[in-house]
């Protein structure tokens, strides 16, 4: 991977230039603090003061997986499973352990007091990255900048853009979602996924797709001078049910999606043609879903951040989902998975960490169906986990979780599954279930050619 520092520095000037002024990187001392008192990726090394939060001594790395793994697509086989359960948060002790809850997980609580629980295990802080992807994290802290309000980032590949925040509140809440954005997982994936939303009586139906993901930011071939202002590519088409199987989406994220917005296309199998697919962004609604929810509730948040006014509240201690092997072993079907008001919480693993916390408004002269969103990004891996998300009326609606875990061979932190709940319509919704598939994410170094993911190639393919 070739990057030229005055590339990087003209590119940045040209940049705010068309869109208004950039934030400032950090320092080189500061960023000699990457991998020694910080992370490679910028959260402290040291465990809190209570020992409730352990020292990261390296994270879990491909040595680490346990001898029955044999390698990518493999489902992954619990590392910790000795691991007992510490206690459980549930309805009659919650405000005991309020501090270290967020007001989604106390209303989760409240709305299904005699189901919903949060299991709470020892915390272990599995985030690791390749030392490649370190190196280029610890280049960015020196270059990295935000172009205009938050439309984009510059001086920055292969690696998280801002591992140290700087600036101002605003600037500091763009940071923490540009690193969530362009966040390390992997390089090309692919993989059978299942979604559906529940109904209010526990019954479901499944939507079947096979996806694919090639991340354009972080193909060690290339540069920042070869991104072209693509973060990725992804496909997905669509199997079951036969409604609507043959379906496909294909996207083209874009770096900066004020200057450039993301491209879609969308290939309708009854009509056998590729169309343009412009309204795949903020809150279109999405099919698949019954509307549970947001084509930016994808990937836990996705797209432009130009709808609303960013804050950066605080970094805090909280409980979240983490290292959750059980929700994706094949040891579990589908019907033990999913619950009637939400996933089964014995499935579940919960584990106290630092979490950066972002407030997003809606601004005054833009239309959105969350008038506000608090996310809860954490701090190692800088995976949005939890998101607090109101409606117009100021009333916490909807409470979207990431249940995460290692993935032993990229090595990272990634989402197993994406759980959406509607408080208002006591309804949820799952994306991210392959228990029952005979193979789960398949992860590669060597992705296919640009032209693999093209409008005309999409056509060819979902006609076969």
């Known amino acids: 991977m070739i990057r030229t520092r005055q590339w990087l520095l003209s590119s940045a000037i040209a940049l705010s230039f068309l869109s208004g002024p950039a934030t400032a990187a950090v320092s080189q001392s500061q960023a000699n603090q990457l991998g020694n008192s910080l992370t490679p990726f910028g959260s402290p090394t040291a465990g809190n003061d209570s020992g409730t939060i352990p020292q990261w001594t390296g994270g879990l790395t491909p040595s680490d997986a346990p001898s029955s793994y044999e390698g990518t697509g493999d489902h992954h086989p619990n590392p910790f499973p000795d691991d007992e359960r510490l206690f459980t948060i549930n309805a009659d002790n919650a405000e005991q352990y309020r501090e270290h809850l967020t007001p989604g997980l106390m209303a989760l609580l409240e709305t299904y007091p005699t189901s919903f629980e949060i299991p709470v295990y020892r915390s272990r802080r599995t985030h690791a990255v390749p030392d490649w992807v370190a ?15 938050g439309a984009g980032i510059d001086g920055a590949y292969g690696g998280y853009p801002f591992p140290i925040l700087s600036g101002n509140s605003e600037q500091k809440a763009w940071q923490v979602m540009w690193n969530h ?34 991340f354009n930011y972080y193909d060690p ?30 996207v083209h994220e874009t770096l900066n999606q004020i200057k450039q917005p993301r491209y879609g ?48 509240i605080e970094r805090k201690e909280v409980y979240i989902p983490y290292n959750n092997y059980k929700l994706g072993s094949p040891e579990y079907s589908y019907d033990e998975v999913l619950g009637v008001s939400h996933i089964n919480p014995d499935l579940t693993r ?43 009326r100021g009333e916490l609606w909807r409470v979207t979780t990431a249940m995460t875990k290692n993935f032993y061979e990229l090595p990272g932190v990634w989402n197993q599954l994406e759980v959406n709940h509607d408080l208002q319509a006591r309804r949820y919704y799952v994306l991210g279930l392959d228990n029952e598939e005979q193979r789960t994410r398949t992860f590669s170094d060597d992705p296919p050619s640009e032209r693999y993911f093209s409008p005309s190639s999409l056509r060819r393919r979902s006609v076969r």
């Open 135 to 149: 190196a280029n994290i610890k280049d960015n802290a020196t270059s990295a900048t935000i172009v205009g309000e």
């Open 181 to 214: 954005l362009t966040r390390w997982r992997g390089i090309y994936v692919q993989w059978r996924v299942n979604e559906s939303p529940v109904q209010q009586n526990g019954s479901y139906s499944l939507v079947r797709s096979k996806r694919e993901a090639y």
């Open 221 to 250: 071939s290339g540069g920042e001078s070869t991104l072209d202002n693509l973060i990725f590519y992804y496909l997905s088409f669509t199997e079951s049910p036969p409604r609507l199987a043959g379906g496909a989406i294909l």
């Open 265 to 312: 296309w969308g290939y309708n199998a009854g009509q056998r043609r590729v169309r343009r697919a412009p309204n795949l962004a903020y809150d279109s609604p999405i099919a698949a879903s019954d509307n549970l929810r947001t084509a930016d509730d994808t990937d836990i948040f996705n797209g432009a951040l130009d709808k609303y006014d960013w804050e950066y």
């Open 350 to 392: 919960w584990e106290l960490h630092r979490v950066h916390v972002v407030e997003a408004t809606l601004k005054d002269d833009e239309r959105h169906i969350y008038e506000k969103r608090r996310f809860y990004v954490d701090a190692d891996s800088w995976n949005a986990v939890l998101v607090d998300q109101y409606d117009g």
